[in-house]
């Protein structure tokens, strides 16, 4: 999630638990520890590939950040002794701060790594948008309002209210990823199309629309649900196009992104280049993490170290079609029908947008 939310949330957290012993300062602790986890954003890789890949790593890992909050327990202890509330209690607010960051950040699209060092699957929950107002807005209110009331007025009591409804917000979140995901699967039914797996994601700054792709043979799915509609959801199928993985094989770049991504990867040739597409993040068919991982030599593909490739993300045409699409069908959100072999060549201006 972005840095605001993650901020307010640990400031929500340990002004709930620490608050009347803290005062404000429990604000101020909070939404400084939870934007800890990521510091990892100022390490620099090789590749766009590996920066990618190990963000939300080691700095996310739950294993990490409950040592992190035992040792930050102990020295404060050690340093405080007479503090009028007990260890437990702070390492519990402590805890909670460090930990809901990365258990937040894996109701992303993105990936987070909350078992490092062990080597699964990266967390990708994607219920949530990277940015969610409904989320957000009522816990920043809650907090301004704590910091204005002091620990001692019922303004402090809203931080409560408003950590229950993000709780309730995450719910509802996985309830219209449930709904999204049971009509397009039944959709495909109907068109008696076998569909072998399922990822969706909610549409910029909400939880009512969603983007769902199928996957389906050597190709998938690309469908759009809200929680309104009445007709089926509008759909296309795109290539994956499987074959162009071979050469990807001895790649240690392609490998870790294909296990970073879950396998929810589309590659193209376009021209001497082959461009590796991640389809979990950005808006129906504009996609954030796209990446040139080889080259075409004397007629044969050679892995070359990952470059970005221009990303067509949408931008606010895109935008306002996702708003009127929430509340109506007619006229259906338009789904691109491109390919990426006739994709524009890389020295074209790309438009500013939106990444997941």
Known sequence: MDSLTQAVLGAGLQ??????????????????????PDMD????????????????????????LSGLAATMTWL??????????????????LWLVLVTHPILDAFTSYGTQLFWPLAVTPASWSSLFIIDPGFTVPLLLAVVLAAIGGP??????????????????LCLSLAGKGLAEH????????????????????????ILLWRVVAREGDGYYEAVSGWFDRAPPEMVRQPLHPELA?????????????????????????????VVSDLRMGMTGYYTFRFVMARRVDGQWQPVLPERWPSSRGGEQELRAVGRRILA????????????????PRTAPTRPGLAD
């Open 246 to 274: 071979v050469p990807l094989l001895d790649s240690p770049q392609y490998v870790r992104l294909d296990w970073f991504s879950g396998g929810w990867l589309r590659r193209d040739a376009i021209g001497d280049e082959l």
């Open 41 to 64: 954003v100022v390490m620099s890789y090789a590749d766009p590939v590996s920066s990618m890949t190990y963000h939300r790593g080691f700095s996310h890992s739950v294993f990490v």
């Open 329 to 344: 069908q007619e006229p259906p959100l338009p789904l691109p029908q491109w390919s990426l072999r006739n994709a524009a």
């Open 15 to 36: 002004g709930a638990v620490l608050g009347r012993f803290q005062g404000r300062k429990a604000l101020a602790y909070g939404a400084l520890l939870a934007t800890l």
């Open 152 to 169: 001692r007025s019922r303004l402090w009591q809203t931080l409560w209210w408003a950590l229950a409804w993000c709780v309730l917000y």
């Open 76 to 93: 404060i202890r050690k340093r405080w002794p007479d503090a009028g509330y007990s260890s437990a209690r702070l390492f519990m607010a």
């Open 183 to 206: 009509r397009v699967r039944q959709a495909l039914r109907e068109r008696g199309v076998p569909v072998q797996q399922v990822f969706s994601a909610p549409m910029p700054f909400n």
